[in-house]
């Protein structure tokens, strides 16, 4: 199966106002879908990052590279683009064929080409075989478990509006919910959390996410502000320039497990909060950055070590990956409100089923993406 065509297609839906987490605004849902042609089929992939024009260009440039490969040999792929990244030898000026050394400052942007690729070879894979991804790596089908993410900051937010928003999740039956926190300061955002706790029921499953709100001695002051809260997880809680060791001194000042691996865009720094020993939960997003290869890579090293694994957003992607791990796979993120994520309603027909508290795939080949391409040209940008 040699590939033939590489596409990008940049799509972008407005919100009706802007939602901020801690750290940024959110100001539309995004994505950028691939396309990959070889033998007669189409594989797709999904990228979220920005700008998305870079992006996709990448994704153009990186096509003209694999044309002519062979779309089953996905390693070999990855590892071909992977490699543009460093210095080779006699590379200079794109003396070898292929382009000049990427620059350091381009590095975000090119990772998240080579996983919207890398997601798009694995349903060709799939629809090549005729099997779902899961059903390729070994996985069984059953029920995925599932939370539904929330408690964004609107401009009029108070330290109680949240709650109302959580509790809708448990009547739609989401049995987990994750709330947003950090935004302000530590003593309300511990008011925050005990008003969501009081307004769900003590089984549901509550985590939080800071989007890397705290250093080490704020966040230790929230940890234990919380704890009583029954929480399953504090997820990216320190400062984006904090490393593993601040993690292990973290989660020694705090029975709450910690989660991270979102922001991460390989394998070789996973690797280090991994083997740290401080992280519980894993969430490393195969669509945010290098694909669903090193998705599975990073999901191996966590379960050698006890860490389960609990993907970063789009759950059409990431429960393949849960599928196929029985002891470690844990769960998957998911948005109960389409006013926060709406565009992946939108394009992907039949996306998943929700029920009962998880999410149930289909027997489709592939990742069974079946997209509404009245709904990419409404969105195009």
Known sequence: MKITAVRAHALSYPLDQALWTAHEALKDSSLI??????????????????????????????GEIIDGDDALAHEIIWNKLFMLTVPRPRAMFGADGLVPPIARSARAQVMAAIGGIDIALWDLKGKAAKMPVYKLLGGQNRPVFTYSTGGYYPRDATVHSAA????????????????????????????????????????????LDLNAAYGLNDCIRFARGVEPYDITWLEEPLHWYLQPDDYVQLAAATRIPLSHGEREIHRFTVRDFIECGAIKYLQFDSTRAAGFTESIKVAQLAEQHGVYVVPHHSPEIHAHLVLALPDVGYCVESHGSAVRDPLPHHVFRDRVTFRDGHIHLADTPGFGLNIDWQAVERYRV
């Not at 935004?183 to 985590?207: Q, Y």
Request: charged fraction near 25%.
């Open 33 to 62: 879908l691939v396309e990959v042609e070889a033998g007669g089929l189409t594989g797709y992939g999904i990228i979220h990052g920005a700008p998305m024009k870079a992006i996709a260009d990448w994704v153009v440039r990186f």
């Open 164 to 207: 109302e928003e959580m509790a809708a999740f448990v009547a739609m039956g989401y049995r987990a919910v994750k709330l947003k926190t950090g935004g302000f300061s530590v003593e309300e955002e511990i008011e925050r959390v005990a008003a969501v706790r009081a307004a769900i029921p003590r089984d549901t499953l509550l985590m």
